[in-house]
């Protein structure tokens, strides 16, 4: 469990500052409106962290007799949302004997937000158990040393002033930010690696080149159904029809086809015989030798299937994505014509164009992880396929191709990349995730999170990073926690002036 530090609430001093101006405006006289108010006893806030829950608290000075609203926010850690349903349990124990408070509150106010409000009958020291029962969390939160005192003079009185140093981002805010994440920085080591240009290429075996089997004309009403860049094909799939022309190949093809035909009607004549003992089995050997002459034939000359008007069939050789489709519908086309490029995308290579004075700190065995241009979503690599031996003499770096899985296509053939190359150093200290890094104007820098609703930016000295975690060398210490996702939203909160608006039930 860790517990930041406790700090007075200052969002009271807030509000009236923001009611002196309003006054300001309508032409009152702020400093006499401050004036009449006078300063309350102060209150506290604290936040904590469990394995599995957040606890934001806040709460007015705790005075015998009086029923004091608390304001519990409760965050689950697994997906960063407010405890929606589920019961809370206060137990106020106090230091120096005698029967505890116990307060129980079945259902939060709002998502996320309890607001118990327990009546202490004297004062002294209490250490408070937080119990929650909820189908999304259920945990023990320690919280030790509430004062609870006596009178109202004898609380100690808020200071107001101004608000504290940082960026106001409520848990309101937080809760409703999709993706929001934040995480705590902890010793650990990472891969020494370093950034290289990469492009994404189809892998071996995954790209074929359809073109024409023989010369002849691509007809219209064969075309109705072809496949349009961007489609999925499937292995066999006929894409397109040809109708073989007269001389040439093209009369070859249809001859070759005939000869294949009575070859198939010998044989399977041969066989039947055979079985009757009509023939030796020396014919049925004679027939199938004819056969496969045939078959070889056809293939010679280019040929495939034909369909029953005498057209050639066609057909996908793999199943991928159509990356082309060149041709004219109705056009002669020479054997050996492009008409389709397919590519099939679920996987995938990338190559790293990696510095010749580099290449030497490659380790074979270890993955590398890359973002393609536009992206800022980190992917991983599966394994090395190969490490370039030659330098190219005008970029003087050396390829290092990897594989990677890409079965939802995300990833396009031909895309540009940013590779942390791996190599086999290790890095040891204070590790982040890489998500938590925002940079400006060349510099680095974090979100601490200071308090469940206030955050600090951190400009951080980098090590090494795996793409996926990152070493932080100065300006973060161990156990600070660091906004991980959605940190862009709270750098936009800390460009704005506005008092954020509060949700809060108190």
């Not at 116990?102 to 009958?121: C, D, K, M």
């Not at 009757?276 to 293939?299: M, S």
């Not at 060349?442 to 795996?466: A, I, N």
Request: proline share 6%; charged share 20%; aromatic share 6%.
């Amino acid at each position: 469990m860790t517990r930041l530090p406790t700090r007075t609430s200052h969002r009271a001093s807030a509000l009236l500052l923001a009611g002196a101006t309003l006054l300001s405006a309508c032409g009152g006289d702020p400093g006499a409106a401050a004036g009449t108010e006078e300063p309350g006893p102060a209150g506290g806030a604290i936040t904590i962290f469990t394995d599995s829950t957040e606890l934001f608290m806040e709460h007015p000075a705790l005075i015998v007799g009086e029923a004091e609203k608390f304001a519990v926010h409760l965050t689950d850690l697994t997906d960063f949302a407010p405890l929606r349903s589920g019961r809370v349990t206060l137990r106020f124990v106090p230091r120096d004997g005698g029967a505890a408070l116990t307060v129980v509150q079945e259902t939060p106010r709002a998502p996320g937000i309890y607001g118990p409000a327990p009546r202490f009958e004297r004062a002294g020291i209490y250490d408070l158990t937080i119990l929650v029962r909820s189908p999304q969390a259920r945990d023990s939160i320690s919280v030790r040393g509430l004062v609870v005192y006596g009178t109202v003079a004898e609380a100690p009185v808020d200071s107001g002033g101004a608000e504290p140093a940082g960026v106001a981002f409520l848990k309101e805010q937080q809760w409703k930010t999709d993706g929001f994440r934040t995480a705590f920085a902890t010793a650990g080591s990472v891969a020494d690696a370093f950034e290289a240009p990469g492009d994404v290429v189809a892998a071996d075996g995954r790209l074929a080149a359809v073109v024409a089997p023989t010369a002849g004309l691509l007809e219209v009403p064969g075309l109705a159904d072809a496949p349009v860049v961007g489609a999925r094909v499937a292995k066999g799939r006929v894409l397109a029809r040809l109708r073989p022309a007269l001389g040439d190949a093209g009369a070859a093809y249809p001859e070759a086809r005939a000869r294949l035909r009575e070859a198939e009607e010998e044989y399977a004549r041969a066989k039947r015989l055979f079985a009757a003992e009509a023939v030796a089995e020396r014919r049925v050997r004679e027939a199938e030798i004819r056969l496969t002459a045939a078959r070889e034939a056809l293939t010679g000359t280019g040929g495939g299937v034909l369909d029953a008007d005498g057209r050639v069939e066609i057909v996908a050789p793999i199943s991928g994505v159509v990356s082309s489709r060149t041709f004219t519908p109705g056009a002669r086309v020479e054997a050996g014509t492009p008409l389709f490029t397919i590519v099939d995308t679920e996987v995938a290579w990338l190559t790293a164009h990696v510095p010749a004075a580099l290449a030497a700190r490659v380790d074979r065995a270890s993955p590398a992880t890359f973002q393609v241009e536009g992206s800022s979503t980190t992917r991983h690599t599966a394994r090395v396929v190969s490490v370039g031996s030659v330098i190219d003499p005008i970029s003087r770096t050396v390829p290092v191709t990897y594989e990677f899985a890409n079965r939802d296509g995300a990833v396009r053939i031909g895309a540009v990349a940013r590779v942390a190359v791996a190599t086999a150093s290790q890095l040891t200290g204070l590790i982040v995730p890489a998500a938590a890094i925002l940079e400006e104007d060349g510099r680095p820098f974090v979100f601490v999170q200071v308090s469940g609703e206030r955050f600090e930016r951190r400009e951080v000295t980098l090590g090494g990073t795996d793409g996926v975690r990152t070493l932080v060398q100065s300006g973060l210490a161990a156990g600070e926690r660091v906004v991980t996702g959605a940190a862009y939203q709270v750098k936009l909160a800390s460009l704005s002036t506005a008092v954020p608006a509060h949700g809060h039930e108190h």
